[in-house]
């Protein structure tokens, strides 16, 4: 819900005819009746009368005056803080329509730049926990190509300069090309971040985001103009960021929830909830037939008797990689249930058969080797049936496996 106010702001602090008199007429009768009883009666006593008077509603208009730009300076600050509240708010809110989170990243920069008055370009960027190394995830109104060409890290930006390592508040830099000047890239690089817009930078609002105490990344908003920032944007972006933090974390862990719910912890694969779910949406080919696959291992109980659970555990995440890296990311391939997987693929038939053929032969030769039966049915939307004829193929080869040993 974004918050709407019923308050106009050019009346907020409007004060009424009635109001004015009130303020402006007890004082002046109440000097009027001091001088009156308490003044001898001369002209040049009513004459200073008259000056106390002009001077008093002459403070008194300055006073209204600055009042009133005081309260809607105010208004106009809760306004902007209201505005960034709803727009995280909406951020975390519509996170599920985002694929990634650069998309997601992408929409909050667009937000804090049309936030920030004298924002005209912004980026983040993201901090590598393990090497500090850092890259520019996403821009706006910059060439993303040429930012991610620069090889810089932490300790080299001008937030972890400015902050003595902490990179724990806003900071803003009013001469871009001198700051550059100072450090340690190199010219190509410095002509780069300089450069990344039409406009020459002059003035940058950088703020570190902070996730679970950890930094990680920083959002940069930039001017075209000198002294384009004061401590009125650092307020604001502080409270920015600070919700950003929040937004970022909240995608974060729904997508986490996404994955816990649509895949098979173990392998990574589809679990069977997503999987059928999915069938619904698959895609016909009007050349080449569909086909169900069933494939289901043959020693994943002896290989937990002789290696334990934890070989049993590696073979299947082995087996479930092997089945993605040779099938198309369109394929949809996933774990049913125990060592059976399961796979809805576009011909041609040989050509499938081809590739598990040269799977089974693959695996054979791991140590410990891995060993599989599989099924093939073609799928024509009767799901129930093509299901029956690739499970009953796939447990006639079992059968016909054990024969033979």
Same mark, same amino acid.
């Given at each position: 819900?974004?918050? &709407?106010?019923?308050?106009?702001?050019?009346?907020?602090?409007?004060?009424?005819?009635?109001?004015?008199?009130?303020?402006?007429?007890?004082?002046?009768?109440?000097?009027?009746?001091?001088?009156?009883?308490?003044?001898?009666?001369?002209?040049?006593?009513?004459?200073?009368?008259?000056?106390?008077?002009?001077?008093?509603?002459?403070?008194?208009?300055?006073?209204?005056?600055?009042?009133?730009?005081?309260?809607?300076?105010?208004?106009?600050?809760?306004?902007?803080?209201?505005?960034?509240?709803?727009?995280?708010?909406? /951020?975390?809110?519509?996170?599920?329509?985002?694929?990634?989170?650069?998309?997601?990243?992408?929409?909050?920069?667009?937000?804090?730049?049309? =936030?920030?008055?004298?924002?005209?370009?912004?980026?983040?960027?993201?901090?590598?926990?393990?090497? &500090?190394?850092?890259?520019?995830?996403?821009?706006?109104?910059?060439?993303?190509?040429?930012?991610?060409?620069?090889?810089?890290?932490?300790?080299?930006?001008?937030?972890?300069?400015?902050?003595?390592?902490?990179?724990?508040?806003?900071?803003?830099?009013?001469?871009?090309?001198?700051?550059?000047?100072?450090?340690?890239?190199?010219?190509?690089?410095?002509? $780069?971040?300089?450069? $990344?817009?039409?406009?020459?930078?002059?003035?940058?609002?950088?703020?570190?985001?902070?996730?679970?105490?950890?930094?990680?990344?920083?959002?940069?908003?930039?001017?075209?103009?000198?002294? =384009?920032?004061?401590?009125?944007?650092?307020? /604001?972006?502080?409270?920015?960021?600070?919700?950003?933090?929040?937004?970022?974390?909240?995608?974060?862990?729904?997508?986490?929830?996404?994955?816990? $719910?649509?895949?098979?912890?173990?392998?990574? /694969?589809?679990?069977?909830?997503?999987?059928?779910?999915?069938?619904?949406?698959?895609?016909?080919?009007?050349?080449?037939?569909?086909?169900?696959?069933?494939?289901?291992?043959?020693?994943?109980?002896?290989?937990?008797?002789?290696?334990?659970?934890?070989?049993?555990?590696?073979?299947?995440?082995?087996?479930?990689?092997?089945?993605?890296?040779?099938?198309?990311?369109?394929?949809?391939?996933?774990?049913?249930?125990?060592?059976?997987?399961?796979?809805?693929?576009?011909?041609?038939?040989?050509?499938?058969?081809?590739?598990?053929?040269?799977?089974?032969?693959?695996? $054979?030769?791991?140590?410990?080797?891995?060993?599989?039966?599989?099924?093939?049915?073609?799928?024509?939307?009767?799901?129930?049936?093509?299901?029956?004829?690739?499970?009953?193929?796939?447990?006639?080869?079992?059968?016909?496996?054990?024969?033979?040993?």
């Amino acid at each position: 819900m974004h918050t &709407k106010s019923s308050i106009n702001n050019k009346h907020i602090a409007y004060f009424d005819f009635k109001s004015h008199l009130l303020l402006l007429a007890v004082p002046l009768l109440l000097f009027f009746i001091i001088f009156t009883f308490a003044i001898s009666d001369s002209s040049t006593s009513y004459l200073y009368l008259i000056l106390i008077c002009c001077v008093y509603a002459l403070s008194y208009g300055i006073t209204y005056y600055m009042h009133k730009q005081n309260i809607l300076r105010l208004w106009q600050h809760l306004e902007q803080v209201i505005h960034i509240n709803d727009t995280t708010f909406e /951020l975390v809110n519509l996170s599920s329509q985002y694929g990634s989170e650069k998309a997601f990243l992408d929409a909050l920069l667009q937000k804090a730049v049309s =936030a920030i008055e004298d924002a005209e370009m912004g980026s983040i960027i993201l901090v590598d926990k393990k090497t &500090k190394r850092l890259q520019f995830e996403s821009v706006v109104g910059l060439d993303i190509e040429a930012l991610r060409k620069i090889n810089f890290t932490l300790e080299e930006t001008f937030q972890f300069r400015r902050t003595n390592g902490r990179c724990d508040k806003a900071v803003v830099i009013n001469n871009m090309k001198n700051i550059n000047a100072k450090s340690t890239l190199t010219t190509e690089d410095q002509h $780069a971040l300089l450069h $990344a817009s039409i406009k020459p930078i002059c003035s940058t609002l950088s703020s570190p985001i902070r996730i679970d105490g950890e930094l990680y990344g920083m959002m940069n908003l930039d001017s075209c103009k000198m002294e =384009a920032f004061g401590d009125y944007d650092i307020n /604001l972006v502080n409270i920015l960021t600070s919700e950003a933090a929040n937004a970022i974390l909240l995608y974060q862990k729904s997508k986490k929830i996404e994955l816990l $719910a649509d895949y098979d912890g173990l392998t990574e /694969l589809y679990n069977r909830k997503k999987f059928d779910a999915s069938i619904l949406q698959w895609h016909y080919h009007l050349e080449l037939a569909s086909y169900i696959i069933i494939l289901d291992m043959d020693n994943l109980k002896p290989l937990n008797d002789q290696y334990g659970h934890q070989a049993g555990d590696d073979a299947l995440k082995t087996f479930a990689q092997s089945l993605k890296s040779i099938w198309h990311p369109h394929f949809l391939v996933a774990r049913y249930g125990g060592d059976e997987f399961i796979a809805l693929c576009h011909g041609p038939i040989d050509v499938l058969e081809q590739q598990i053929t040269q799977l089974q032969h693959d695996l $054979a030769l791991l140590t410990p080797a891995i060993n599989f039966s599989y099924g093939f049915a073609q799928y024509n939307q009767d799901w129930a049936s093509a299901f029956k004829q690739a499970d009953n193929n796939m447990y006639s080869q079992k059968r016909l496996k054990k024969k033979l040993n």
